[in-house]
């Protein structure tokens, strides 16, 4: 990997040189939990992290290793760690890098577990946190002035498809002396590179795009070595570990990775351009569409504007009601990123911890429908949503 090989060959071949075990081509699954030693001091070695190795399967992981390395080569990083879940990885990050006294700034839209470490974790260890209104950019800006040591971003958001300026935000957050880290998980490294933008640390949950078919759980944390060692140090202790056969599983999936992206990309924007057209679709949200009021930040630090897209059915849930059962080919499901379509809506997936009182106050209606695009030919998915929206 010296000449920069694109996204679409990194994640093909990205990491798997680094086990491979009697001229197999594909990488193993190695559950053992640990690793013997004959020779004291090569162990010793080992323990001390002075010599490649593995001791035990709650540090590393030979099978882990490789996806550690797949995601680190497509993020773009210096270091990366494997969690168990997204939300390992990201609690993973705040716990290990936060400190009583300690000021975090974000954004009232960001996933709904990320959201409850912020509002009930945090604040009783003596961390302050100030969730800014996501769309308004100032306010941001003039809470990271008033102090941040850690700015947490993600973008697009869930479910209303809104735009952070990670190149801006990054610069404003450096300034304050902050670490700024970001949840890619929406976007994938194939259309967004937050750490070429400005981030230190970017999360992901695996489960979603990464793995691609909603058959294991995982997370990463990616970035500047120092920051990723410390994560790795407190997730160690926390036991939050990838296990190895979801390594495999995510490692597997993670090489059609581009192929898939790309595909969904495509799909969610033929969809989104369809629906804003629908006349029983009240709004649409998407990155991509000429309407979206950040369109113009996305083209920007996007390659593509992603899968995900919501649209409103007005606002109640009773029109939802209605719809979902028509359509053949969608799961109604709390999941996104796989190769099948799933729908739901936020009152049931991302915002279930959410009361209706404050939903309402983030700008998601009750006949919100979250649109996780698969990899199916655009025109079924049209006809399947036109016959489903004839029934409401
Ligand atoms: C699903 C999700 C998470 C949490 O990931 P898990 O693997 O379910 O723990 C975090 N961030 C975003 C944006 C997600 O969609």
Not at 107 to 133: A, M, N, Q, R, W
Not at 187 to 211: F, R
Request: aromatic share 6%; with cysteine.
């Amino acid at each position: 990997m010296t000449d920069q090989p694109s996204p679409a060959t990194v994640a093909v071949w990205g990491g798997e040189d680094r086990y491979l075990v009697d001229r197999a081509t594909q990488v193993p699954v190695v559950h053992s939990v640990s690793f013997g030693y004959d020779d004291l001091d090569t162990w010793q070695d080992v323990a001390l992290g002075k010599q490649d190795g593995h001791i035990y399967g709650r540090n590393t992981n030979p099978t882990v290793a490789v996806f550690e390395e797949k995601i680190r080569l497509l993020e773009g990083g210096e270091a990366a760690t494997a969690c168990a879940t997204g939300m390992a990885a990201i609690s993973s990050t705040l716990h290990a890098l936060l400190k009583p006294g300690d000021r975090v700034v974000s954004v009232k839209d960001t996933y709904g577990g990320t959201s409850k470490v912020f509002t009930d974790f945090l604040p009783p260890l003596g961390i302050e946190v100030d969730l800014c209104d996501t769309s308004d950019v100032d306010a941001i800006e003039a809470s990271i002035d008033a102090g941040c040591d850690l700015l947490y971003l993600e973008t697009p958001t869930n479910p209303t498809l809104k735009i952070l300026d990670l190149e801006r935000l990054s610069a404003k957050g450096h300034a304050a002396g902050a670490i700024v880290v970001v949840d890619n998980t929406f976007a994938t490294p194939i259309n967004q590179n937050p750490l070429t933008l400005g981030a230190d640390l970017v999360v992901h949950s695996a489960t979603k795009y990464l793995g691609g078919h909603a058959d294991a759980l995982g997370g990463a944390v990616v970035g500047r070595e120092d920051l990723v060692e410390t994560v790795y140090g407190y997730r160690e202790i926390n036991g939050a570990t990838l296990d190895p056969m979801a390594g495999y599983l995510l490692l597997r999936g993670m090489k059609t990775l581009a192929l898939r992206v790309e595909r969904q990309n495509q799909n969610a924007g033929a969809v989104a351009r369809h629906l804003e057209k629908h006349p029983k679709v009240e709004r649409v949200n998407y990155p991509g569409l000429a309407s979206h009021p950040d369109h113009a930040v996305a083209a920007r630090q996007m390659r593509g504007f992603g899968g995900m897209l919501s649209f409103s059915l007005g606002p109640d849930l009773e029109p939802v009601r209605r719809f979902l059962p028509h359509l053949r080919y969608a799961h109604a499901a709390a999941n996104l990123g796989a190769v099948e379509t799933i729908v739901g809506p936020p009152a049931t997936t991302s915002h279930v911890e959410v009361p209706e009182d404050e939903r309402a106050a983030l700008g998601i209606p009750e006949g919100l429908i979250r649109y996780s695009a698969g990899i199916e030919d655009v025109e079924d998915l049209i006809d399947d949503l036109d016959r489903a929206l004839d029934a409401v």
